[in-house]
C-alpha cells in the first residue's frame, strides 16, 4: 500500500491508485507491453510538455500502436486528474505526473493483433524532491557487474517501455551495497546511464555525457544540458564515451531526470567527486533552476 494517496485515472475513470482498474489480460500487466512518460510541475506548471508528449509518440511509433487520445485530450485528463488529487489531499505543492499507454488487452498470447485497444492510467502523486542532505553530501552509486545494459539492437533504451527488469535488477545490485543508485555498463564496457536517470561528469571545466549510441534514453533533462544550460552555466558540452577507468579522470559527477534536475554525486564505488558551492555541478543545477523560472512565465495555459 502507499504511504501516500495517488489519484489515478484509468481510460477516463477517476480512482484512487491503490484500486483495481484494468483487466488481468491487459498486455501490460501480462507482458510489459507498454509505454509511458512522468512530467512534474513547476510552480504548478507541467514541465516541458511538449518535448516529453514528443518522445511518448517516438515510443509508441517504435512498439507499433496508437496513442488513444491527442496531446489537447491528454492534457484534459491530466487536468482531470490532478484536479481531484488536490481536491482530496488538499495538497498545493508540485506534482508528479505518470502516464502509462499500454497496447490493451484481449485474448492470451504474444499475437500483438490479439490487443484490442489501447488503454492509459494517469497516476498523480506528490513530486519526489532530492533530500537537503542528499543535495548536500551528494549521492552514492556503485557500478553493476552482474549484468550489462540489454543492448540497442534487441530491446532499445532509447524506447521508454514498461520493461524495467533489466534497470530493476541492476539497480537492485547496488542498493544491495548500500548505494542510492546504479551505473549500468553496455555490453562494450561503456558506461550508459543510471536506472532512472542519465548520468553526467565534469573533467577539466567541460561537461561530459555518454552519447545515445551507447544505448541510453535520450533525457529531456540530458537534452536542456546539451543545449541550454552549460551554455548558460558558461560551461562546454560534450557526449563522449566513458569508461569505469575514466572515473579517476573525473572532477565531479551528477545524476539528470525530470524529477532529480540536476543531482550531484558523492562516490562511485571508492571514486569520489567535488561537491559544493562553486562546481560546475552546482552552476548547472542554477542553470536549470532559472529556466525552470522562464518556462513557467512563458507556459502559464499548462497550469494545473
Not at 176 to 194: C, F, K, P, Q, Y
Amino acid at each position: 500500500m502507499p504511504t501516500h494517496f495517488i489519484q489515478a485515472n484509468t481510460n477516463g475513470r477517476l480512482h484512487a491508485a491503490d484500486e483495481p482498474s484494468i483487466s488481468p489480460l491487459n498486455r501490460g500487466f501480462l507482458y510489459g507491453d507498454a509505454i509511458y512518460e512522468v512530467w512534474r510541475t513547476h510552480a504548478g506548471v507541467i514541465f516541458t510538455w511538449e518535448e516529453h508528449w514528443a518522445r511518448l509518440e517516438r515510443s509508441a511509433h517504435s512498439l507499433y500502436f496508437e496513442l488513444p487520445l491527442t496531446p489537447a485530450a491528454m492534457l484534459s485528463e491530466i487536468r482531470r486528474t490532478t484536479a481531484a488529487y488536490r481536491e482530496r489531499t488538499k495538497n498545493t505543492g508540485e506534482l508528479y505526473i505518470r502516464l502509462q499507454v499500454t497496447r490493451g488487452g484481449g485474448a492470451i498470447g504474444l499475437d500483438p493483433a490479439l490487443a484490442d485497444r489501447s488503454d492509459f492510467v494517469l497516476l498523480v502523486q506528490p513530486c519526489p524532491e532530492t533530500s537537503p542532505e542528499k543535495l548536500r553530501d551528494g549521492l552514492v552509486l556503485s557500478l553493476a557487474t552482474r549484468l550489462r545494459r540489454n543492448p540497442i539492437e534487441s530491446l532499445s533504451p532509447a524506447w521508454k517501455t514498461g520493461n524495467y527488469l533489466n534497470n530493476i535488477l541492476c539497480l537492485r545490485e547496488a542498493r544491495s551495497r548500500g548505494a542510492d543508485e546504479v551505473v549500468i555498463l553496455n555490453h562494450a564496457g561503456e558506461v550508459t546511464e543510471a536506472a532512472v536517470c542519465n548520468i553526467g561528469f565534469v573533467r577539466a571545466g567541460t561537461v561530459i555525457t555518454p552519447p545515445l549510441a551507447a544505448g541510453i534514453l535520450g533525457g529531456i533533462t540530458r537534452n536542456l544540458l546539451l543545449t541550454k544550460l552549460a551554455a548558460a552555466a558558461g560551461v562546454a558540452a560534450r557526449e563522449e564515451v566513458v569508461r569505469p577507468g575514466d572515473f579517476a579522470q573525473m572532477d565531479e559527477c551528477f545524476l539528470l531526470s525530470t524529477t532529480k534536475d540536476v543531482a550531484p554525486v558523492a562516490a562511485i564505488d571508492t571514486t569520489r567527486f567535488k561537491l559544493g558551492q562553486g562546481t560546475v555541478s552546482a552552476r548547472l543545477k542554477a542553470a536549470y533552476a532559472d529556466y525552470a523560472r522562464a518556462y513557467v512565465a512563458a507556459y502559464p495555459g499548462q497550469r494545473v
